[in-house]
């Protein structure tokens, strides 16, 4: 198994083996005080080799901030059946959307969204939440 592609976007969805992405690429939160909320859709696409379906396999998301220490982590299962209709030699893709809303990012800096498959790594994801400042309105 292999990551085709991940991303970090605004929103997003899967359906009918297709990714709907909007504002997607995001990799900085821009907040003007923390604690700050990370909000968006996480979208995978992985690619199974033909051998690899009809069998239970496990995706894993870690959230991480630059230290390390985990602030998530979500795990699940899913199967991909073998597909006669996929042409000899191409691979069978698993797709998926993760929703996250208000998870807090509780200081400045680097966080990391790790992605692992089977329990092996396939990928990191850098994210960061940079300080932004609001201009001040002139006093009359």
Do not use: C
């Amino acid at each position: 198994m292999k990551l085709d592609w991940a991303i970090l976007a605004d929103a997003g969805q899967v359906r009918e083996g297709l990714a709907f992405v909007m504002g997607g690429g995001i990799d900085t939160v821009n907040a003007n005080q923390i604690p700050a909320a990370l909000n968006g859709t996480l979208l995978i696409r992985l690619l199974l080799h033909r051998t690899e379906t009809g069998r239970p396999h496990k995706v894993e998301l870690r959230f991480a901030d630059e230290d390390g220490h985990e602030l998530g982590k979500v795990e699940a299962e899913f199967m991909v059946p073998d597909n006669p209709d996929v042409p000899v030699g191409w691979d069978h893709s698993a797709m998926f959307a993760l929703n996250i809303h208000g998870m807090p990012l509780q200081r400045w800096g680097r966080y990391s969204i790790e992605i692992l498959a089977d329990g092996n790594h396939l990928r990191t994801l850098n994210l960061r939440l940079k300080q932004i400042t609001v201009p001040q309105q002139p006093t009359p």
